[in-house]
T-cell receptor, first 111, second 115 residues
Framework: DQQVKQNSPSLSVQEGRISILNCDYT??????FLWYKKYPAEGPTFLIS?????DKNEDGRFTVFLNKSAKHLSLHIVPSQPGDSAVYFC??????????FGAGTRLTVKP | EAEVAQSPRYKITEKSQAVAFWCDPI?????LYWYRQILGQGPELLVQ????????DSQLPKDRFSAERLKGVDSTLKIQPAELGDSAMYLC?????????????FGPGTRLTVL
């Protein structure tokens, strides 16, 4: 039962351009959404989050958008940098319990 | 900077053997999580502790997996007997509290290969 889906396994963008990573979910009870970034041989690291009461949260080059009616969220990175190359996981939880992760999207930012 | 520690980083074992993984969360973090990540998939929660108590182990295959956090600090995840399908990355994470919106901090993981 995959409640969080990342349908694009990979994404390649040019340095300086915008990266848009997408995530869809099925459980309308999710009230908190997060993006994690993972480099090889490391555990995921928290990147940015958004509560279900908001539709946008921005932190520097990273912005997360939430569309509850569509059960969709996206992560925008602008401008993209080569150091952003990593696997990005979307995650969702109900009151921070039973967090569900998507399968991840591998972002490659080309110089 | 405080980090979640895990050991070993890599483990190779034969099927039917027993394996154990250790996790030391960030000091002061009451909530500890064990996840399993199969190649090409996202992490899947196996068990969640609040202090020394299990609050969610609904996804833990209890016939072969066990987890404990006896003193409410570090934790051990055990598999006995290991099966080929257990090959995966086992991730430990911790957070300040299990309720409310608290960021989970992940350790580097233990990569298990079952032959």
């Amino acid at each position: 039962d995959q409640q969080v889906k990342q349908n694009s396994p990979s994404l390649s963008v040019q340095e300086g351009r915008i990266s848009i990573l997408n995530c869809d979910y099925t459980n309308s009870m999710f009230d908190y959404f997060l993006w994690y970034k993972k480099y090889p041989a490391e555990g995921p690291t928290f990147l940015i989050s958004i509560s279900s009461i908001k539709d946008k949260n921005e932190d520097g080059r990273f912005t997360v958008f939430l569309n509850k009616s569509a059960k969709h969220l996206s992560l925008h990175i602008v401008p993209s940098q080569p150091g952003d190359s990593a696997v990005y996981f979307c995650a969702a939880s109900v009151n921070n319990n039973d967090m569900r992760f998507g399968a991840g999207t591998r972002l490659t930012v080309k110089p | 900077e405080a980090e979640v520690a895990q050991s070993p980083r890599y483990k190779i074992t034969e099927k039917s053997q027993a394996v154990a993984f250790w996790c030391d969360p960030i000091s002061g973090h009451a909530t500890l999580y064990w996840y399993r990540q199969i190649l090409g998939q996202g992490p899947e929660l196996l068990v969640q502790f609040q202090d020394e108590s299990v609050v969610d182990d609904s996804q833990l295959p209890k016939d072969r997996f066990s987890a404990e956090r006896l003193k409410g600090v570090d934790s051990t995840l055990k598999i006995q007997p290991a099966e080929l399908g257990d090959s995966a990355m086992y991730l430990c994470a911790s957070s300040l509290e299990g309720l409310g919106n608290n960021e989970q901090f992940f350790g580097p993981g233990t990569r298990l290969t079952v032959l």
